[in-house]
C-alpha cells in the first residue's frame, strides 16, 4: 500500500497531523487513498455542436492522511497543498490550513470533520485541476458543505461552496471565466454526491445561460485503492494525465475557434469564492 506522509502543521502547537476520521472513532466510509480511472465528458450543445469523452485519472485522499508514494514513483503522484486555493502559500501550510483560511476569508465556516477531496496530483512535476471536489464533514461524520475548485488555463482559481440536496444536487451562479467561449453569466447545475462506499464517482457541472442550450461536464470513475502498481497501471492507462489534460483543452479550444464561435471577452478576476443561497455554512454576521 501506499505510504502516508506527516502534514506539518501551520503553527508549532499543533500536532503532526490531524487525526483521521478512524483514529477519532468516527469511521471512513470512503475507499481514501485511492486511484480513480476516470471518464470524462463535455457536450456543447449551442450555436453549435460539439462533444467529446477523453479517459483521464485522479486521486480521492483525506486531506489530513495526504498519501506519499515510494520515492521511485513519487514522481507520477505528489500533493502540494499550494497548488490549491488563490491564497499565497506559506510555509508549512497543510491543504487543510489552506482550505480554512479560503473559506474564513469567506465568510464562511470552515468544517471541523473529515474532508475527502476529489483531486490530480502532480505528475512529472506539472499539475492542473480543472475541478477538484472536496466533501466537508462535522465531526461526527455529517455532511457540512461542499467545496467546488475551478482552474482555468490562465492560471486563475475559484471556489464555489454549495450545500447539495439529499441526491447531491446544488445549484450556484456562474462568476468564473473558465473556456474562452462562454462569458461569467448563468446558473451551474451541479451534481456532486460523495463517492459510495465501493468507490464510484460521477460528477456533474450544467451550464445554464439565457438564450443557449445546456454546456454539460461530467466525470464518472471507480476508485481502487492506491498501490505502486496501481500508479503504474494509471501511467500507462493516461500517461502525464494533467499535461493531456491541460494540452486537450487548449486544442479543443482551437477548434471551436475555427469553426468561429464567439470568443468572450475576459474580464478581471477580483472575487475569488462563490457562495450558494442555499449554502447553510455561512458565518453568522454580527
Known amino acids: 500500500m501506499i505510504e502516508r506522509r506527516p502534514s506539518p502543521g501551520l503553527r508549532n502547537s499543533a500536532p503532526?497531523?490531524?487525526?483521521?476520521?478512524?483514529?477519532?472513532?468516527v469511521g471512513n466510509p470512503y475507499p481514501t487513498p485511492?486511484?480513480?480511472?476516470?471518464?470524462?465528458?463535455?457536450?456543447?450543445t449551442t450555436p453549435i455542436r460539439h462533444s467529446f469523452v477523453h479517459r483521464s485519472a485522479s486521486w480521492l485522499i483525506d486531506i489530513d492522511d495526504l498519501p506519499s508514494p515510494p520515492p521511485a514513483l513519487r514522481p507520477f503522484a505528489r500533493f502540494e497543498p499550494a497548488d490549491h486555493f488563490p491564497e499565497q502559500p506559506i510555509a508549512g501550510q497543510t491543504l487543510r490550513d489552506r482550505?480554512?483560511?479560503?473559506?474564513?476569508?469567506?465568510?464562511?465556516?470552515?468544517?471541523?470533520?473529515?474532508?475527502?477531496?476529489?483531486?490530480?496530483p502532480r505528475v512529472a512535476g506539472y499539475v492542473f485541476n480543472p475541478l477538484s471536489v472536496f466533501w466537508c464533514?462535522?465531526?461526527?461524520?455529517?455532511?457540512?458543505?461542499?467545496?467546488?475548485?475551478?482552474?482555468?488555463?490562465?492560471?486563475?482559481?475559484?471556489?464555489?461552496?454549495?450545500?447539495?440536496?439529499?441526491?447531491?444536487?446544488?445549484?450556484v451562479d456562474k462568476e468564473f471565466y473558465v473556456s474562452p467561449f462562454n462569458d461569467v453569466s448563468g446558473t451551474y447545475r451541479l451534481r456532486l454526491p460523495p463517492p459510495s462506499p465501493d468507490g464510484r464517482v460521477a460528477v456533474s457541472v450544467t451550464l445554464d445561460r439565457p438564450g443557449h442550450g445546456p454546456f454539460v461536464a461530467a466525470l464518472t470513475g471507480r476508485a481502487r485503492p492506491a498501490r505502486a502498481s496501481s500508479?503504474?497501471?494509471?501511467?500507462?492507462?493516461?500517461?502525464?494525465?494533467?499535461?493531456?489534460?491541460?494540452?486537450?483543452i487548449r486544442w479543443h479550444g482551437i477548434r471551436l475557434w475555427l469553426r468561429r464561435l464567439p470568443v468572450a471577452t475576459r474580464p478581471d478576476h477580483e472575487k475569488t469564492t462563490t457562495i450558494s443561497t442555499a449554502a447553510t455554512c455561512r458565518k453568522e454576521r454580527r
Not at 503532526?16 to 472513532?25: F, I, L, N, P
Open 231 to 248: 500508479i503504474l497501471v494509471t501511467q500507462l492507462r493516461t500517461p502525464l494525465a494533467p499535461l493531456v489534460v491541460a494540452a486537450r
Open 16 to 25: 503532526d497531523r490531524r487525526e483521521t476520521a478512524h483514529e477519532r472513532g
Open 137 to 171: 464533514h462535522h465531526t461526527d461524520g455529517t455532511p457540512a458543505c461542499v467545496v467546488a475548485e475551478v482552474h482555468n488555463t490562465y492560471g486563475e482559481r475559484h471556489t464555489y461552496v454549495v450545500t447539495p440536496d439529499d441526491t447531491g444536487h446544488a445549484q
Open 99 to 120: 482550505l480554512t483560511a479560503h473559506l474564513i476569508a469567506a465568510d464562511v465556516t470552515p468544517p471541523s470533520g473529515q474532508i475527502i477531496a476529489l483531486l490530480s
Open 34 to 44: 485511492s486511484v480513480v480511472a476516470t471518464r470524462i465528458s463535455h457536450t456543447r
